[in-house]
């Protein structure tokens, strides 16, 4: 009989690529839409969240001077918001990646063409990110990129949007772009820029629509959208979007037990899976959500 030696290398190899096969994750969080959710400083200190989108500049396109509404967080047609800057550079010393989220369920936005659209890209860069403004509604610090959640008005020029924001990061630094549409495939209006290939993360809401959510202890129709979503688009980071408590949104909750043992096991098997999203700050401080998540994601 012939003896076969394996080195301790190959087991090494071979631990590795089982580890692999089951990938971590990060959490991402929307904050600003509650003033009573704690500050941005506060929400990146608690070790929970890998990534933080400031909720919403939710009035730009279309000729309008562009808007952003922190709920009860500040006041920015005082300078008040300029503060948050501490913040941002805050959660970024952790490693955290802060994004300003445009859009939102409420506001005045759209592009009209795509000249609106590079003016939109234009505004975003000088005002948020690497370019200079003296009206910087956030302060001086310089995001890490913009998230599209887009949900009213037109459908059109995002994927411009997309590719002029996107040419930026020739300029030395990246700007990442991420995106939260809707779980029914293709979302209307972020298909076209999904089909760029530009972003970086998606977090897809797998709530709100129960042709593609968990409902009920079914995890079928979330699991089928979920596949759809990896294998049709191209983005190197695929999130599961979901609501934080009941009542933030009007369906879709799922139980965190349920996450843990039914549906991580299953999505964490695609390459493309890049952790939980969760709306939002202020819900999850209410449910304990994110915490009882983390060790699983």
Known sequence: ?????????????????LIGACRAGGIAIYWG???????LEATCATGRYT??????LNKFGNGQ???????????????GCTAVSNGIRSCQSRGIKVMLSIGGGAGSYSLSSQADAR?????????????????RPLGNAVLDGIDFDIELGSTQNYDHLARY??????????VYLTAAPQCPFPDRYLG??????????????????????????????????WNRWTSSINARNIFLGLPAAPAAAGSGYVPPNVLTSQ???????????GGVMLWNKFYDDQNGYSAAIKASV
């Open 263 to 273: 549906i991580l096991p299953v999505i964490k098997r695609s390459s493309k899976y």
């Open 65 to 79: 001077t562009p808007g952003i509404n922190l709920a009860g967080h500040c006041n920015p047609a005082s300078n």
């Open 119 to 135: 003016n939109v890209a234009d505004y975003l860069w000088n005002n948020f990110l690497g370019g200079s403004s003296s009206s």
């Open 33 to 39: 839409q509650n003033g009573n959710e704690g500050t």
């Open 192 to 225: 076209a820029a999904l089909n760029t290939g530009l972003f970086d993360y998606v977090w897809v809401q797998f709530y709100n629509n129960p042709q593609c959510q968990y409902t009920s202890g079914n995890i079928n129709n979330l699991v089928n959208s």
């Open 1 to 17: 009989m012939t003896r076969i030696l394996v080195s301790p290398l190959f087991f090494l190899v071979l631990v590795a690529a």
């Open 165 to 174: 924001l996107s040419a930026y990061s020739n300029r030395g630094r990246k």
């Open 51 to 56: 990534y933080v989108n400031i909720a919403f």
